[in-house]
């Protein structure tokens, strides 16, 4: 999708994804620790963002669509957190070395094979040794729930997939499941899914 369309998309009333953050995010709080730097990756309208910064972090929030950020401000501010947000093509970012503790990438599945492998590896080099990946996805069967996510196979994840990615990695976390999820209108349902905590080593 282009960046247009989804400015187009965030333009509707309310928050596309809703406002509350991801559940998979959630469930690893135990791993976050106050004054960690922390990457929000496409943070959209800034849920989990605003979510991570809630818990202490220094967040920069990095998303396309600027319909997206204005929002996200907004949600900053009426949670009363401070966040660094950056309009960036992730085509294009520079996204540095050893700068984070952790990288929140939930549900960037609009990148195809070859964008993914490039973000990917922009991950893995922007991560502090012993920083944590915390990533959430679809595996192929959510074209069947139609549930949210492009109707797009190759853009999803499957277990081989991800361990080869990040295979210099530690995983700490790997699993597919099938779970309903409520994250605003975009994402409601049964759903397919892939959750993966992975620590860089060296």
Same mark, same amino acid.
């Given at each position: 999708?282009?960046?247009?369309?989804?400015?187009?998309?965030?333009?509707?009333?309310?928050?596309?994804?809703?406002?509350?953050?991801?559940?998979?995010?959630?469930?690893?709080?135990?791993?976050?620790?106050?004054?960690?730097?922390?990457?929000?990756?496409?943070?959209?309208?800034?849920?989990?963002?605003?979510?991570? *910064?809630?818990? @202490? !972090?220094?967040?920069?929030?990095? +998303?396309?669509?600027?319909?997206? %950020?204005?929002?996200?401000?907004? #949600?900053?501010?009426?949670?009363?957190?401070?966040?660094?947000?950056?309009?960036?093509?992730?085509?294009?970012?520079?996204?540095?070395?050893?700068?984070?503790?952790?990288?929140?990438?939930?549900?960037?599945?609009? *990148?195809?094979? @070859? !964008?993914?492998?490039?973000?990917? +590896?922009?991950?893995?080099?922007? %991560?502090?040794?012993?920083?944590? #990946?915390?990533?959430?996805?679809?595996?192929?069967?959510?074209?069947?729930?139609?549930?949210?996510?492009?109707?797009?196979?190759?853009?999803?994840?499957?277990?081989?997939?991800?361990?080869?990615?990040?295979?210099?990695?530690?995983?700490?976390?790997?699993?597919?499941?099938?779970?309903?999820?409520?994250?605003?209108?975009?994402?409601?349902?049964?759903?397919?899914?892939?959750?993966?905590?992975?620590?860089?080593?060296?």
């Amino acid at each position: 999708m282009s960046v247009k369309m989804w400015d187009e998309r965030y333009a509707q009333d309310g928050y596309l994804f809703g406002t509350e953050p991801n559940a998979f995010l959630v469930s690893q709080r135990h791993r976050l620790q106050p004054g960690m730097s922390c990457l929000a990756v496409a943070d959209g309208e800034g849920r989990n963002g605003v979510w991570l *910064a809630e818990q @202490g !972090l220094h967040v920069l929030s990095v +998303e396309a669509s600027a319909v997206a %950020l204005d929002k996200a401000r907004k #949600l900053a501010q009426q949670r009363g957190v401070a966040i660094d947000f950056e309009r960036a093509d992730l085509a294009q970012w520079q996204w540095g070395e050893h700068r984070f503790d952790a990288v929140a990438a939930i549900f960037i599945q609009f *990148a195809p094979p @070859g !964008l993914r492998e490039q973000m990917f +590896e922009g991950i893995r080099r922007c %991560l502090k040794p012993g920083g944590l #990946l915390l990533l959430q996805g679809y595996t192929p069967r959510q074209l069947e729930y139609k549930t949210g996510g492009p109707p797009v196979a190759e853009n999803m994840y499957t277990e081989a997939l991800l361990r080869e990615a990040f295979t210099v990695m530690e995983i700490l976390h790997l699993r597919e499941h099938d779970d309903v999820i409520h994250e605003g209108v975009a994402h409601s349902g049964m759903s397919a899914l892939i959750d993966l905590v992975a620590r860089k080593t060296a």
